[in-house]
């Protein structure tokens, strides 16, 4: 089993529509919780950030963690067509070095 | 502020060849860590380097090598290429250590293929 598991779609939704991205993930230390952004042939572009549990918005973004479920989302409201991209959840621990354990990526297109 | 930058952009090499591929780190960061992401999946951990030092390594082979300069810049080797070496390596930064700001900024990635 995975670490971190993330559907990876494709997912297509119409412009306008609000977008919900999610991940689980097995190991009860993640603490850091993070949000990418990657187009093709790119490198990751980091979205939202979080520690712990609770929400955090950003413009049209919401991230959500809710550790008791080892559950996390990211909402986009209002998408447009430049949020198609592929969508990376990321995980850390506190401990020692910043490795990232990252989900698949969720291929999502926004159909103008 | 200059961003991650990467270099060379895309490489073709052969089965059994070695390659060096370079990382400048984000001005003011000290820690680079390299990414592994083949087609379709997410990146996947190699090492990082803290101030010169190794600082942890992930579940790969002692022919992936890496180094880091004075300068934070780093290099990231591979001894005896494999076709699944064939990859997108990314090198990220981040500046360890101070408090809220140790989230991973990357680079755009060398586009390895091994044939």
């Not at chain 2, 990146?43 to 004075?70: A, D, K, M, V």
Request: with cysteine; charged share 20%.
């Amino acid at each position: 089993q995975k670490e971190v598991e993330q559907d990876p779609g494709p997912l297509s939704v119409p412009e306008g529509a609000i977008v919900s991205l999610n991940c689980t993930y097995s190991n009860s230390a993640f603490q850091y919780f993070m949000w990418y952004r990657q187009y093709s042939r790119k490198g990751p572009e980091l979205l939202m950030y979080t520690y712990s549990s609770g929400n955090k918005e950003d413009g049209r973004f919401t991230a959500q963690v809710d550790k008791s479920s080892k559950y996390i989302s990211l909402f986009i409201r209002d998408s447009q067509p430049s949020d198609s991209a592929t969508y990376l959840c990321a995980m850390r621990t506190n401990f020692g070095n910043e490795k990232l354990t990252f989900g698949t990526g969720t291929r999502l297109t926004i159909i103008p | 502020e200059t961003g991650v930058t990467q270099s060379p952009t895309h490489l073709i090499k052969t089965r059994g060849q070695q390659v060096t591929l370079r990382c400048s780190s984000q001005s003011g960061h000290n820690t680079v860590s390299w990414y592994q992401q083949a087609l379709g999946q997410g990146p996947q951990f190699i090492f990082q380097y803290y101030r010169e030092e190794e600082n942890g390594r992930g579940n790969f082979p002692p022919r992936f090598s890496g180094l880091q300069f004075p300068n934070y810049s780093s290099e990231l080797n591979v001894n005896a290429l494999e076709l699944d070496d064939s990859a997108l390596y990314l090198c990220a930064s981040s500046d360890a250590g101070t408090s809220g700001t140790d989230t991973q900024y990357f680079g755009p990635g060398t586009r390895l293929t091994v044939l």
